[in-house]
Each structure stands twice: as C-alpha cells, then as structure tokens.
Nanobody
C-alpha cells in the first residue's frame, strides 16, 4: 500500500521558517522524483519544487532562494525547508511522487496546512 504522509505544518510568523517532511512507503522511493505542491484557498494548485531521484532540484520563481527541497533515500523521506516565509505562502502543502520529473504524479499525500500570519 502506497503512502505519502506529510508533517511539520503549522502557524508561523512572517519571516519565520518551517520544515515539512514527507514519509513514503509502499514503493521504491529512491527511483521516484518527488514534488511539492501547494494550494491556497480559492486558487489553483501550484508546483513549488521538484527533486529528481538523483537529487537535482528546481523551484517555482515565487519560492526560489527561500525554499529548499532535499531527500534522504535511506529514510524514504523528502523535506521542504521554507525560510523567509510570507503570508502569501499560506496554503495546504502536498508531496507527490512521479516516475520522472516531467510526468504527472502517480501518488499524493494528504497535505499539511501552513499558515503564515502575525
């Protein structure tokens, strides 16, 4: 049974930091590209960033320089480190797994809420 379980969301003040984790099971994690998406209320889902199975990363312009994706294949976990958070980063964040960086996700997590507010 495939599972992607996000954790680490919460309420943080503007300018603060947060690290999300996504624990994977039920598939060969090391062979998948992992993607983080987010969806704010009333908005479409947005791709935040990607990490390939060899560790190459790319980011949306809106988070470039502030967010960092990493993975630990030994722990079957992908991380999203978010620095200098802004109110517009408020959203539900989802991790997903794809067989390649260019393909749509095969698996999704349930999401974790991040709220940036003073």
């Amino acid at each position: 049974q495939v599972q992607l379980v996000e954790s680490g969301g919460g309420l943080v003040q503007p300018g603060g930091s947060l690290t999300l984790s996504c624990a994977a099971s039920g598939f060969t994690f090391s062979g998948y590209a992992m993607k983080w998406y987010r969806q704010a209320p009333g908005k479409e889902r947005e791709l935040v960033g990607i990490i390939s199975f060899i560790g190459s990363t790319s980011y949306a312009d809106s988070v470039k320089g502030r967010f960092t994706i990493s993975r630990d294949n030994a722990k079957n976990t992908v991380y999203l480190r978010m620095n200098s958070l802004k109110p517009e980063d408020t959203a539900v964040y989802y991790c997903s797994a794809s067989t390649s960086v260019s393909k749509s996700p095969d698996y999704w997590g349930q999401g974790t809420q991040v709220t940036v507010s003073s």
